[in-house]
């Protein structure tokens, strides 16, 4: 209960402070900060299979399942803001970091370890799974984020700014579920059964990519001051 609580607050600032921060500065320096901040930290934490009960079934997940809601999420506010283009900037210059990071992951992995250290086996292990993470999740990244960015705009375009859950909604599910199918059968063939993986993953998000509407509500009241006012994107 105090992991979802921790959870939850993260969100809610989030959608809160990278709105502000856009209102305030008309930049989207910040929400490109955060988003390569959360991908590096799902690159890492996907490596561990996760356990999430959700009372009425119980489901299994790489733990990185509870990041990438808030990347979308992400994409979404920088697409309100900013339009589609700077968008495809943003998740370019988020590849970039994430070859850095993998190349120095790699690097501290090689590097000889002081002989009193004891957990080099134990930091191998999980390091070396990150390249192959890396890469299905840039696969599957560079697919569904530039087809939620590419629906959510023309969803935009379609209902003239109006009906915000609606673009949230079905530019992420679709989205979701083809990052999830890709990502899991790229990074976890012959490793673990991955048929779980798929189902738990696509489910996880949903149900996240749903509750969060609310909240990109929120994120836009504070972005334009005006709750429910059609949205034309800041260069625009």
């Known amino acids: ?17 990278i709105p502000w921060y856009i209102r305030r ?12 901040i959360y991908l590096a930290m799902s690159q890492i934490i996907a490596t561990k299979i996760a356990v999430f009960n959700l009372i009425f079934r119980t489901f299994y997940a790489p733990a990185a399942v509870l990041i990438f809601p808030f990347t979308f999420q992400i994409t979404d506010i920088v697409n309100e803001a900013f339009g589609r283009h700077e968008v495809h900037r943003m998740i370019f210059i988020a590849f970039i970091t994430q070859l ?42 560079l697919i569904s984020e530039n087809l939620d960015a590419i629906i959510y705009a023309k969803i935009r375009e379609l209902t003239k700014g109006k009906h915000l859950w609606m673009r949230n909604i079905f530019s992420d599910l679709p989205s979701l579920a083809i990052d999830s199918f890709i990502f899991v059968s790229l990074a976890f063939y012959k490793v673990t ?26 994120s836009r009241r504070i972005l334009y001051r005006v709750p429910y006012k059609c949205a034309t994107p800041l260069d625009e």
């Open 25 to 36: 500065y008309r930049r989207p320096d910040f929400a490109i900060a955060v988003y390569v």
């Open 1 to 17: 209960m105090i992991i979802i609580l921790i959870w939850l607050v993260t969100l809610i600032l989030a959608s809160i402070s």
């Open 193 to 218: 059964p991955i048929g779980p993986l798929i189902v738990g993953q696509i489910v996880l998000k949903w149900i996240v990519g749903v509750a969060d509407t609310p909240l990109m509500y929120l």
């Open 100 to 141: 850095i990071m993998t190349f120095f992951l790699w690097l501290g992995d090689v590097i000889p370890s002081a002989p009193f250290w004891a957990y080099q086996e134990a930091f191998h292990r999980t390091i070396a799974l990150v390249p192959r993470i890396t890469l299905a999740s840039w696969v599957a990244f």
